[in-house]
């Protein structure tokens, strides 16, 4: 795509350079020397570019990636390709064309249609992921001949990662660029197709929406689906096609020579880009420990978070010998350079020209590349890079070895040496290479007929993820008479020893032995003495990878027998039900549905409108508080981490640190001008450690320096000597040392437990425990703040990205002692909070502002995102103990309980999490007799904190948990247990509140007619009756979320209303935009106050000076508090304007403000809103904590792959009751983006800390701390199915025009997953003979699911009650 004609043509010239440069935008740059430190995500950023955002800094969320073009000689033609910036040196695109974001489109000069659709589309929220989004799309449009498949497309996120809205809005906006193929979807024919009519792309079902454009009129009851938009030009600028505006390659690329490279960069660092194998070898004997480079995606992850400091680098992208890609008689030749997606390419189509038998092995890369990380890294990660870096896990590597492959391996001298791949790698990260040798290209054989290969691999997330384990396997066979014997075999693993694991005895056990049944059962047997794995090896997990191999070998023993059964015969074949452990995971493009009302009043309050701030935000023009520009003079802070769980502090030597280049302060809590005691409810946390630390991360001090790596340079050269003492690791140390937070012990009381379980009505009584795992909240936007002083730090003003301006103010002004009306915190918009942010930003605002205010200088402090996971603490792991009492029939009627939050170093809000879990542990039941004793433990871990629920979450889980178990017990469907002890009108809690208005049997119906839950339960029956190793399962969950905060005076807010004279509103409120649409909310309510269009109305900024005491952006309730509050200030506008409007009719709403100005008439007003009718008294243990509750339930079906764990959702549809919604498109984006984060919590996120269970790791380090081991939802783990509906004719009476809140009730509903995925390995189980409840903790991860379905594989490693470990 892309007007590129005269590219090929201009080409053919080529000129000498004299500059090293690089086009960006279009616009032509000299790149200076000096810069080969520098990644070109700092360069963008640095010269104003800030679309592009840093998110991770090692290429793991896609935040940051930008279009390369360039001019490839000798295929002449321009290629174009999306890559990750952070990872991309500066220097490596000399001579390319680098376009960002704000190179597709701007607000002013017009939206692309993709940032046009994906605006439209409501896919971006919080909008911090959405220009990697953008570029991913751009790119892959921009390299494509005729328009990509559906498949394709969605393919090519997956190195995008959005924490907010579940994908779905973005795979919908993107859809529409594709080439339709409407057999794709579910089994309609496009034959079957009405004229006009063809396959939404939201619904998979045949209708007429994409006829209609998103300005037809609105109906009261509409799907999503009439909103499609046609990607056809920049139409509301000019008319004009988008291809004539697309920024052409600029044409001195194109007649522009490639030079040789030798730059320098801080600390004397060296470039080098030789561009002959003559030039590069004479190198790397000048310098025999240069690094080699060429996507820099293993170089670069290891300078920049390892800090390994590398002198000598030499880039060998573009030296041809190393860029072969050879079809020969006899194989493969790939030059050791070539990238990976152009590896992948060659064997898509080597593999449809040559025999089948030829490119078994082709088959099996193409295979494995395809999970081999996201599109950005594959663009431009190599071959030679990922065999010469020899990790234990690399996806390739026991590929070649299993496929016969051989290294050339070229010395200094020019001499060449060949060694087969088996023999070449030595030991962890060793290889057979001398210093003066470089890898110079791969030799991969045809296989012979009969030699099949095979590759596995087995992650925690099927989508960019680096292996737990893979493998590559291959036998040759020869047909002896009826049988088939093994006349060559090689076997080889990644992930289980410290290098790629040839299996030799294996190896050695198979040649020449029949393949059939024995030599199946006699390879088992063999195999575990091929793989050592110590029990403490790093990465864990050891029965899981163990069980792994011999689930792989047994697939591969299958699949080699089915294949042979395809040609020819074979004596024992495979049994129909054994296929399933063989047939691969495809994925259908996404199939959705979003089914609500309309309910207008007004203007603008009940319409689907587009979030506020969309069409910043898909430009890149949106700023957050990294992209804003930094004052003259400013520096850049970096903290001082503790690195143990729990010392002494003897000395701290900064010595070193102050001589560090760009050094400028150092400050700790001698040097605090106020107090160093912080906290949000107690006083119990210190700015800067000044005699103990309490957990690794905790802040001892802090460094500024002229620039951000400098700052962390100097910071990592403090030399902090401590006196170790003994740490408290779980909750269960801490339950054993009964080390709680002081006075957070509560009790909650109905009924008489004691006498319930001594009566007779209790027929049957379980006990058991819930280990609930933590979640990180991996906001794309990391903490940050920018600080600054007035008047010699009279005045303290900050940008800080909070979802609690007003605490950043009171910690800011608490720790410099100066009065809170001196000190601003402002948020324009936040990438993203979750609870996170709301009171954890305090002490990183607080920490900048004591230099800022020190020196009188401005400092910024933007945590990289291991630092944020280390030290901002997640949401809290619980523990749950539980007796229940119940009927025959299922109904519960005494629950007696005990949950323990795991609370960290300091109380934060732990005290309030606990309590949410405790109010909410009984999710939707009846329960008459109820006790419920809570305690926050204090554990050496950072301060867990808010997270998108607040505890509400983990106490449902401990409920569903022991309803499930019942279920079993009694041999009943768990769905029949949940509606006998189902919550009605009128049912009284165990807290003393009544429900009113319950809509819990309403959602729950319309869900199970609508999933035709009978029905599928006998289709599931029926699968998994005819697979033995895939197993389907199904559940349906309710919730009930109450909605306040259950702090009495936080449920206030205040909002300003300023009219101006022009007819437009400027409103400003409390709350703080996440990409939660708060403020298109707000705006909606203001614009239907004053019965004038949404776009006269708008809301900047939230700030201390403009509405102050502001309670934080958090519990579900904003909405309902802060629209309340701004319609409380329109209404008093509107009655001081009322004397004017009755005298006669203006023209418009601009006429009246005019005519009421010229009276003299106040056009501001600050609105106020208290919710009413709460409270709640922990000394009786009753009251009404929520102003009402808000009712949703979810249907699940999952499949599992009971060999290895691994799962995908293939249906979801969750059914909420959000009254009539306030904008129902931001509250289904709300629903879906709770619900894929859910899933993350339930079946995908782990959170692994040192500590007993996990004694590799340091103790009281957190091992998951960025995005390449800790796995947020992929666009890949969305369900195949996913639709949302929204209850229709029910007002809610407690809210701001009859809505209800809706940002963490729908969190819950993806545990209808875990229950599915719990309900597939019960099918599982009950082939070997294991019936009954089993123990099963979230998250559901593959290891978890694999060793809960038991059988032969697992037997040789574990017992039937092994429980796989969790910190918690
Ligand atoms: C987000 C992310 C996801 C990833 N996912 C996966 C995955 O799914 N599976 C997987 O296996 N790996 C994965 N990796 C690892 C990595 O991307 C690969 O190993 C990649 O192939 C390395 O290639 P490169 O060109 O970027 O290497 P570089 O970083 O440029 O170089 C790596 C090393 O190879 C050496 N080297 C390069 N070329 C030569 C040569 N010709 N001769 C001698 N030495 C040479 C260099 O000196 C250096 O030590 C991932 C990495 C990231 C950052
Ligand atoms: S910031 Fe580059 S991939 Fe995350
Ligand atoms: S919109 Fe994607 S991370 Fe927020």
Not at 21 to 48: K, W
Not at 182 to 191: G, Q
Not at 610 to 636: F, I, K, W
Not at 1007 to 1023: G, H, I
Request: glycine share 8%; charged share 20%.
């Amino acid at each position: 795509m892309g007007s590129l004609k005269k590219e090929e043509e201009m080409g053919q010239i080529a000129e000498e350079p004299k500059d090293a440069i690089l086009y960006v935008n279009g616009v032509r740059r000299v790149l200076p020397d000096g810069f080969a430190h520098f990644t070109l995500l700092e360069y963008l950023r640095d010269v104003g570019l800030t679309g592009t955002k840093l998110g991770c800094g090692e290429g793991g969320c896609g935040a940051c990636t930008v279009m390369i073009s360039l001019y490839d000689r000798k295929m002449k033609k321009c290629m174009h390709y999306a890559v990750n910036a952070c990872l991309t040196p500066l220097y490596s695109v000399e001579g390319m064309h680098v376009i960002t974001v704000e190179g597709v489109g701007n607000h002013k000069r017009g939206l692309h249609p993709i940032q046009e659709s994906l605006a439209r589309s409501h896919g971006s929220q919080c909008g911090f992921c959405t220009p990697g989004f953008i570029m991913s799309l751009h790119a892959l449009l921009r390299s494509s001949e005729t328009p990509p498949t559906e498949e394709k497309i969605e393919e090519s996120l997956a190195g995008n990662l959005c924490r907010c809205t579940g994908y779905r809005p973005i795979v919908d906006a993107f859809r529409v660029f594709s080439k339709t193929n409407d057999a794709l979807y579910s089994d309609i024919s496009s034959l079957s197709l009405q004229e006009g009519e063809f396959i939404c792309p939201s619904t998979g079902k045949p209708c007429s929406c994409g006829s209609k454009t998103v300005n037809d009129v609105v109906t009261d009851d509409q799907s999503i689906c009439s909103t499609r938009y046609k990607p056809l030009s920049y139409s509301e600028v000019d008319g004009s096609t988008y291809t004539d505006k697309e920024l052409i390659f600029p044409p001195e690329l194109l007649r522009r020579k490639l030079s040789p490279l030798n730059l320098s960069g801080l600390g004397g660092l060296k470039w080098y880009r030789p561009l002959t194998i003559k030039d590069l070898l004479e190198l790397k004997e000048k310098y025999p420990t240069a690094k080699l480079l060429v996507g820099n995606t293993e170089v670069g992850v290891e300078m920049r978070l390892k800090r390994i400091p590398y002198q000598v680098l030499i880039s060998v992208a573009h030296v041809p010998e190393l860029n072969i890609l050879n079809v020969k008689d006899d194989g493969i030749e790939i030059g050791a350079a070539v990238r990976l997606t152009e590896l992948l390419n060659l064997f898509r189509e080597v593999v449809t020209q040559r025999p089948a038998y030829e490119t078994s092995a082709c088959k099996a890369f193409i295979e494995q590349l395809k999970w081999f990380a996201g599109t950005q890294i594959r663009n431009v990660a190599s071959v030679g890079g990922n065999v010469c870096t020899a990790s234990p896990i690399s996806d390739l590597n026991p590929l070649w070895m299993a496929t016969r492959a051989k290294f050339l391996i070229i010395n200094c001298n020019g001499n060449i040496r060949t060694t087969l791949a088996e023999n070449f790698f030595l030991g962890y990260r060793k290889v057979d290479l001398n210093s003066n040798e470089i890898l110079l290209s791969i030799f991969l054989p045809w296989t012979r007929p009969f030699e099949y290969v095979k590759e596995f691999k087995q992650a925690h997330r099927r989508d960019d993820d680096i292996a737990i384990v893979n493998a590559g396997m291959r036998v040759y066979l020869e047909e002896k008479g009826e049988e088939w014997v093994v006349s060559d075999a090689s076997v080889a693993f990644g992930g289980v020893a410290p290098l790629s694991l040839c299996a030799i005895k294996t190896n050695e056990f198979l040649i020449g032995k029949e393949w059939n049944q024995n030599v199946l059962q006699g390879a088992l047997n063999v195999l575990p003495a091929d793989i050592v794995l110590k029990e403490d090896a790093p990465g864990g997990m050891v029965e899981f990878r163990r069980s792994l191999t011999l689930s792989f070998f047994f697939k591969f023993f299958l699949w080699v027998s089915h294949q042979i059964e395809e040609n020819k015969s074979i004596k024992e074949s495979v049994p129909l039900s054994h296929l399933s452990a063989i047939n691969s995971f495809h994925r259908p493009p996404l199939v959705a549905s979003q089914d609500y009302e309309i309910r207008k009043h007004g203007t603008s309050v009940g319409s689907p409108e587009v979030h506020l701030s969309a069409r910043l935000q898909v430009t890149g023009e949106a700023e957050y508080t990294d992209d804003t520009p930094m004052p003259p003079n400013s520096l850049h802070a970096a903290l001082v981490l503790s690195k143990k769980p729990h010392a002494r502090i003897l000395s701290i030597d900064d010595l070193s640190a102050k001589s560090s280049p760009g050094f400028a302060g150092i400050f700790f809590a001698k040097d605090v001008p106020g107090s160093n005691k912080i906290g949000p409810v107690v006083l119990d946390e210190e700015l800067f450690a000044s005699e103990f630390v309490t957990c690794v991360g905790q802040v001892i001090g802090i460094v500024v320096a002229d620039t951000h790596e400098n700052a962390k340079l100097a910071a990592g050269k403090v030399h902090v000597e401590y006196e170790e003492l003994p740490a408290i690791l779980s909750i269960e140390e801490a339950v054993s040392a009964k080390s709680f937070h002081p006075n957070s012990q509560k009790f909650m009381r109905k009924g008489d437990v004691d006498l319930c379980f001594q009566s007779d009505q209790c027929e049957k009584i379980i006990e058991g425990r819930v280990e609930v795992g933590g979640q990180e909240h991996f906001y794309l936007e990391t903490h940050s703040s920018l600080v600054w002083t007035m008047d010699c730090g009279n005045e303290v003003h900050m940008i800080s990205s909070t979802q609690a301006p007003q605490k950043n103010q009171k910690y800011v002004s608490h720790v410099l002692g100066l009065p809170m009306s001196k000190v601003v915190c402002k948020t324009k918009r936040i990438g993203g909070g979750f609870g996170g942010k709301e009171t954890r930003s305090g002490f990183i605002a607080a920490a900048a502002a004591v230099p800022s205010y020190l020196m009188n200088r401005p400092v910024k402090l933007t945590l990289d995102r291991d630092i944020d996971m280390i030290t901002s603490g997640q949401r809290h792991s619980f523990l749950g103990k539980y007796k229940v009492g119940f009927t025959k029939k299922g109904k519960a009627l005494a629950l007696d309980l005990e949950i323990y939050n795991n609370a960290g170093n300091s109380l934060d809000l732990s005290l309030a999490i606990l309590e949410r879990a405790m109010f909410h542990s009984d999710n939707v039941y009846e329960i008459p007799n109820v006790r419920i004793f809570g305690s926050v433990c204090f554990t050496n871990f950072p301060s867990n904190t808010a997270f998108r629920g607040f505890g509400g979450p983990q106490g449902m889980l401990i409920a569903e948990n022991w309803i499930h178990r019942i279920a079993l017990e009694l041999k009943k469907s768990p769905e029949e247990i949940r509606e006998i002890n189902f919550q009605g009108e009128g049912s009284i809690l165990h807290y003393g509140q009544q429900l009113e208005h319950c809509t819990l049997a309403q959602v729950w119906n319309e869900l199970k007619v609508s999933c035709d839950f009978l029905k599928v339960r006998e289709e599931v029956d029926e699968f998994n009756l005819h697979n033995r190793w895939k197993k389907r399962g199904i559940a349906m969950v309710p919730t009930k979320f109450g909605i306040s905060f259950t702090t009495k005076f936080m449920n206030q807010a205040g909002a300003l209303v300023n009219v101006y004279t022009d007819g437009t509103v400027l409103v400003s409120h409390g709350g703080v935009e996440m990409g939660q649409g708060l403020h298109t909310k707000v705006a909606q309510v203001a614009a239907s106050a004053f019965n004038i269009p949404l776009s006269s109305v708008f809301i900047s900024e939230t700030s201390t000076d403009k509405v102050p005491n502001a309670s934080p952006t958090a519990a579900s309730a904003s909405s309902d508090m802060y629209a309340a509050a701004a319609l409380d200030a329109c209404e008093q506008i509107k009655a001081r304007m009322e004397p004017i409007a009755s005298q006669r009719n203006f023209g418009s709403f601009a006429e009246l403000v005019s005519a009421c100005y010229m009276e003299r008439i106040d056009l501001s007003a600050h609105g106020f809103y208290i919710t009413p009718d709460i409270g709640f008294d922990w000394s009786t243990g009753k009251g009404k904590p929520f102003s009402y509750y808000t009712y949703g339930a979810a249907f699940a079906e999952v499949e599992i792959d009971t060999l290895t764990g691994d799962f995908h959702t293939r249906t979801a549809n969750v059914f909420m009751d959000l009254g009539y919604s306030l904008n129902p498109a931001i509250d289904v984006g709300q629903v879906e983006g709770a619900f894929i984060q859910g899933l993350g919590w339930v079946a995908l996120e782990e959170l692994k800390w040192g500590d007993a269970s996990h004694k590799w790791i340091r103790p009281g380090c957190l091992y998951t701390c960025g995005p390449g081991s800790y796995k947020i939802p992929s666009l890949n783990d969305i369900p195949f199915k996913f639709n949302v509906s929204l209850l229709k004719g029910n007002p809610n009476v407690k809210a701001i025009h009859s809505s209800k809140a809706v940002g963490e009730p729908p969190f819950f509903m993806a545990s209808s997953v875990f229950f599915a995925i719990k309900d597939a390995i019960l099918a599982a189980r009950a082939e070997t003979g294991h019936t009954g409840w089993f123990p099963l903790d979230n998250p559901a991860t593959p290891e978890r699911i694999r060793m809960s379905c038991l059988d032969e594989f697992t037997a040789p490693f574990i017992s039937s009650d092994f429980h796989p470990k969790l910190s918690v």
